[in-house]
């Protein structure tokens, strides 16, 4: 079963950083792009950007460049997404979640994690 | 970027109606995504490739479309339904996600 464990919800002063974790199992951890996804409260969703795993290759949605960094780490399996001077604008829910594809269809997020809530506030 | 243009934004529907949800691109797209999200949990992948029912999705919905209009129909209306449904585009980033379709019940 795939699962995607995001790490506990987090508060943060304004101007801090902060770094999220998403802990893949019950798939091979390098054969998917980990993507990083935003909600406000209320609101829509954002793509932040993705991660390709096996060759550490990463993509950002323009509007996130140098705000939020993704890394992978192979031996763990865990994919993270650290945020950069956080504003109240940061304060949201972000979901990791796989694009899956598997031989024959690309089915989109089909698996995504819980969901960590970033609380900015002084 | 694509900018995907939902509507209604809200639609309160009784158990039996049929109900439609519309995805308009603002360039054409090759397949349209839908997911289905209900309050405090993560989004779920509804629909792939413009018209597959994503797996556990009752044969009651559909998608159809092409090139910068889609759409999600659910044929009658059930309770569990009620939900938001967001669609999204794969065709070129930044992936874009419409601003959602809250489906209440009447």
């Known amino acids: 079963e795939v699962k995607l464990q995001q790490s506990g919800d987090e508060l943060v002063r304004p101007g801090a950083s902060v770094k999220i974790s998403c802990k893949a199992s019950?798939?091979?951890?390098?054969?998917?792009?980990m993507h990083w996804v935003k909600q406000r409260p209320g609101q829509g969703l954002e793509w932040i950007g993705a991660?390709?795993?096996?060759?550490?290759?990463?993509e950002y949605n323009q509007k996130f460049k140098g705000k939020a960094t993704l890394t992978a780490d192979k031996s763990s399996n865990t994919a993270n997404m650290e945020l950069s001077r956080l504003t109240s604008e940061d304060s949201a829910v972000y979901y990791c979640?796989?694009?899956?594809?598997?031989?024959?269809?690309?089915?989109?997020?089909?698996?995504w994690g819980q969901g960590t809530l970033v609380t900015v506030s002084s | 970027e694509i900018v995907l243009t939902q509507s209604p934004t809200t639609i309160a529907a009784s158990p039996g109606e049929k109900v439609t949800i519309t995805c308009r691109a603002s360039?054409?797209?090759?397949?349209m995504y839908w997911y289905q999200q209900k309050s405090g949990a993560s989004p779920k992948l509804w629909i792939y490739?413009?018209?597959k029912l994503a797996s556990g999705v009752p044969n009651r919905f559909s998608g159809s479309g092409s090139g910068t209009s889609y759409s999600l129909t659910i044929n009658t209306m059930e309770t569990e339904d009620a939900a938001t449904y967001y669609c999204?585009?794969?065709?070129?980033?930044?992936?874009?996600f419409g601003a959602g379709t809250k489906l209440e019940l009447k």
């Open positions: 490739d413009t018209s």
């Open positions: 360039s054409s797209v090759s397949y």
């Open positions: 979640a796989i694009y899956y594809y598997d031989g024959t269809y690309y089915y989109g997020f089909a698996y």
């Open positions: 999204q585009q794969w065709s070129s980033t930044p992936y874009t």
């Open positions: 991660i390709i795993p096996i060759i550490d290759t990463t």
């Open positions: 019950g798939y091979t951890f390098t054969s998917y792009s």
